[in-house]
């Protein structure tokens, strides 16, 4: 008998030990934490094992803080909890308590007061001029997080295709140099984690939506960088990628949602073909593989047809420009994310931050397939993108094709490209949210382009001094940088900052290691991006230009006060000012004065040697 009562409370015991939940293990829960007076919902999104069984609730209750939904997704892996803060709720720390029987877990998480003012904060304008930097290529101030245990691709300086180093410490080291350069804002390429074995350095396949690359720094770091940037009257614009994330995200195993991402039976890339959003005539199939076609094999499609994705993507916008002060973002691959969401994800960010700006990239040489994309454009099928700003890549284009047709030129060529460029601004919506440049990260060095001649490289800088939109420079175009090996792309036409390492020869931060051609772009760079600076005729003025045929173009820039004169003379021979051609304007004016000389200016007797631009500012 008492053999068999053992038996039982064995056996009962087994039973109790068997049936009893696991201890919970929260892996992830964000956005990481809150403000008090936000217009945007908070959903948490909670990830732990088989935390779907779990309640939810928040403690202390009574504090204006509390959970008013829970939703559970396709995997048992996660929740999304809806989270009310009240306008009087109390900053501080709460608890999420997750029950389930007798079995609980607590995870601490924190409601912010907001900071003052951040509603109206200001973001980029026409009054600023970009700095684009590549951080891993820019300077390296902390040589001992260049490969850390908890990333997979180490650094290797040696080879163009791999990790250099460059770091947010590099960066903020180097900010009293782009101020003095005359730049107004920053945007570097992606900072968050890229954890590809291979080629991580451009940071566009994110391993983590809200961490820092370790190997750049923190997010504390970064949140450090942009109040540096600040204290120098420097912007803080962020590079995001929703379009897409990596497949060594911590999600991409275990997705919420099975259509969290787009799936394919097989590897299925992109048609790249965005024309086929407000193409009449574009079959659906070709429509379905432009949006949900993979970038990359290692960059997973997102699907922001998901309204829970959406949502995170949302909430994770908000919480940078709040947790970090944010001046703006530039959106990669912009047309390649499912349209209608992404017009309700701008439409959000700017109902949190009505002044923000967000530029995305449209990359195509159509002027009506770009103008599509600008919110607020007069589209036939009635879309409105909510994107206030976009990257001006046709002018782009022909500021390029005009620096390789240097002397005598056909209609439709060298200058005139530019001109014909102009003529269409009829069909945007607004031109003072045109980000115009000549190079970027993704582009051929324009002192590639322009064959290290400093001649084209300071008439490209002038033409970016001067015209409509908001100008961007990409970082060592101010110093002729060319690439290592055009050849071999991307690698080789990302090249480190000289001075930027420890060792490195020759330091090119310091101006006065600056030398002949390179010192001869610079000083007319610097010049005029400094001159830029506090020239509203520049910032907001009109534009009037005139047809030339001989390789040269004339513009004005003009408003009530003042008006600057522009001529480029990208031919082989001098060309005498035709100043009495351009009289419906410059008959109102008197002597000019020569911005990059200091010089008072006789128009009527002017002459401007081969391969130069002059730039002369009148007061009306």
Known sequence: ??????????????????????????????????????????????????????????????????????????????????????????????????????????YKYTIQERREGSRERESFTTADFVYLIMPDRFANGNPNNDSTADTQEKADRSNPGRRHGGDLEGMISHLDYIADLGATAIWSTPLLLD????????????????????????????????????????????????????????????????????????????????????????SKSDLYQMESGWFDRSMADMNLDNEFLLNYFKQWAVWWIEYSNLDGFRVDTYPYNEKMPMSQWCKAVMEEYPNFNIVGEVWTSSIPQLAYWQGGNYNKDGFNSNLKSIMDFPLHDAIRGAMTESGDCGWGQGMTRIYDVLSHDFVYHDLSNMMIMAANHDTDRIGDVCEGDARKMKIVATLLCTMRGMPQILYGDELMFRSTDRRRGHPTLRVDFPGGWQGDQVNLFDRAQHEGAQKEVFDHTHKLMNWRKSKEVIHSGKTLHFIDRDNTYAFFRYNDTDVVFVYVNNSNKA?????????EISSQLGQGRNVLTGESVDMTNLTVEPMTSIVVEFSR
């Open 195 to 282: 954890d590809e074995n291979g080629a991580s350095y451009h940071g566009y396949s994110c391993s983590d939506y809200y961490r820092i690359d370790p190997r750049y720094g923190s997010n504390e770091l970064f949140r450090s960088y942009v109040e540096e940037c600040h204290k120098r009257g420097l912007k803080v614009i962020m590079d995001i990628v929703p379009n897409h994330s990596s497949t060594s995200h911590w999600w991409y195993n275990d997705q919420p949602f099975k259509d969290w991402t787009h799936q394919w039976d097989s590897y299925t890339q992109s048609n790249w073909t965005f024309s086929t959003n407000m193409d009449y005539n574009a």
């Open 575 to 583: 060309h005498k000012v035709p100043w009495a051609r351009y009289q």
């Open 1 to 106: 008998m008492k053999r068999i009562f053992s038996l039982a409370l064995m056996l009962a015991l087994v039973t109790s030990v068997s049936a009893a939940k696991p201890r919970l293990s929260i892996n992830h829960v964000e956005p990481l934490s809150w403000w008090v007076g936000m217009s945007t919902p908070l959903q948490l999104m909670v990830n732990g094992n088989s935390i779907s069984e779990y309640d939810v609730e928040i403690l202390p209750q009574g504090q204006g803080v509390h959970v008013t939904a829970v939703h559970k997704a396709d995997s048992p892996n996660y929740l999304f909890v809806d989270v009310a803060v009240e306008d009087d709720a109390k900053a501080g720390e709460y608890t999420l308590r997750f029950k389930s029987g007798k079995t609980k877990q607590d």
